[in-house]
């Protein structure tokens, strides 16, 4: 990548993490929210012994922005957890052990979260934090390295995810992500307009990344412009779209102002594609006639799969014990939790018959090598004292009013050195 294009990146990783919660601190039409929780669970890959855990606990925690502004982007995540826990623990635990899981709740509140994750180590004497869902995460980052203990799989979009060895990603980066939606725009044509929220200075400094990378690719940014929530008419956001060119487009905003402006370019004439990253697809899109066609690069497995047992295990658990209709409320975004507890799983599985520890867990981790989990996670590989990137995604598309999955559970990749290299120029 050009030294100019790094240093364009270099200005605007530190809050492009922050661009892939946009979605989040808006309604995303997934209503509701989890209770605000520090409840105990359970769960970890049981074995479908019909057998109960009887062994001694394997206490771990999760630290998710479950209230709050940022609410909207984990809903039923926190269902997701307990079905995956009381399964896991219903059917023989991890190698006979139980899962003890405490759910703590920060509500996008980094002093909240920080003191969370003290007393899950400190209190708690976790072994791990599994699943991150905090969009506070780089304020307690330092604190679970200090103590050594590994924060396995989550939201990999957070930067912890892309420059914290001790951080596991079970999902696709950020930099990954913006190369996927590019990628994907360029199989409709190598023109991708980009519209993006007012709402946040985040969404604005996403341009010039989108630009830097698009040249990567052989493709032209040839419009680009601020909407807003408040904004009543799109007509000539739309007609711009038009005049431009763009065979796709792209809008860094939140899954109800996407559904919002597709609908109003659709009536504006306006052929270009949606593609879009998939923290900004929600169930609310199925009713969208804009969003026909959409591609979205998903971080986890396309959560409508039932092709292979890992996928048909993920459905039957949550139908069995999650609330009713879990999937049909929140679709996208539980395979998140689901694919970072099978992974602390098959971590455990890995480091030994043993004591369960922080350094078995890591040990653990390290013995993966291109790790799929049966098909749910992109190929996962993990080097002691690096940090882990993944770079590989998912595709999500909607057709006919209802959610497909165009490559199954083929992944695609991000090239290595182009991600790399954004991580490397981000300011230190």
């Not at 269902?79 to 399964?87: C, E, I, N, P, Q």
């Not at 003890?100 to 996008?108: E, P, R, V, Y």
Request: contains cysteine; neutral net charge; charged residues 10%.
């Amino acid at each position: 990548m050009q030294s100019r294009s790094r240093t364009k990146l270099g200005v605007t990783l530190a809050v492009i993490g922050a661009l892939s919660l946009v979605a989040a601190c808006s309604s995303s039409g997934n209503s509701g929210s989890s209770p605000n929780t520090t409840g105990s669970s359970s769960t970890s890959g049981g074995t479908s012994s019909g057998t109960a855990a009887a062994g001694t606990p394997i206490v771990v925690g999760t630290v998710g922005s479950f209230t709050g502004p940022l609410a909207s982007g984990f809903g039923g995540m926190e269902d997701t957890l307990k079905a995956w826990v009381a399964w896991t623990n219903d059917n023989g635990g991890i190698n006979g052990h139980p899962v003890d899981l405490t759910i703590k709740d920060d509500g996008g509140n980094p002093t909240t979260a920080t003191a969370a994750v003290k007393d899950l180590i400190q209190n708690k004497h976790v072994v791990a934090i599994v699943s991150d869902l905090s969009g506070a995460d780089s304020a307690w980052a330092p604190i679970a390295e200090k103590a050594g203990v590994p924060v396995v799989g989550g939201n990999a979009i957070d930067l912890p995810f892309m420059t914290n060895p001790d951080f596991f990603a079970s999902g696709t980066n950020t930099f990954a992500g913006v190369y996927a939606v590019e990628s994907l725009g360029k199989t409709f044509g190598t023109k991708q307009a980009v519209l993006y929220c007012t709402e946040t200075p985040a969404c604005a400094a996403s341009i010039p990344v989108y630009k830097a990378f698009a040249s990567t690719l052989g493709m032209t940014i040839p419009y680009t412009q601020s909407i807003s929530a408040s904004q009543a008419d799109y007509t000539a956001v739309c007609q711009a779209i038009k005049q431009s060119g763009a065979q796709s487009y792209v809008m860094v905003d939140s899954p109800a102002i996407v559904g919002r402006v597709s609908d109003a370019c659709l009536q504006q004439g306006v052929t270009a594609k949606v593609v879009e990253a998939s923290a900004a697809v929600g169930v609310n899109l199925l009713s969208n006639k804009g969003t026909e066609g959409l591609l979205s690069a998903a971080v986890g497995f396309p959560f409508i799969d039932n092709s292979v047992p890992a996928t048909q295990q993920f459905h039957t658990v949550l139908a069995k014990y999650g609330p009713a209709d879990l999937e049909k409320k929140f679709g996208p975004g539980l395979n998140i939790p689901w694919v970072a507890m099978e992974l602390f799983a098959a971590a455990v599985k890995a480091g030994g018959s043993g004591p369960v520890t922080a350094d078995s867990i890591k040990n653990g981790l390290y013995t993966m090598k291109g790790e799929t989990l049966g098909g749910i996670a992109p190929p996962l590989t993990f080097v002691k004292g690096q940090p882990n990137l993944q770079n590989c995604y998912f595709v999500l598309g909607i057709s006919n009013g209802a959610f497909t999955a165009p490559n199954g559970l083929k992944t695609s990749c991000a090239p290595d050195a182009l991600v790399e290299g954004a991580v490397k120029a981000l300011p230190k």
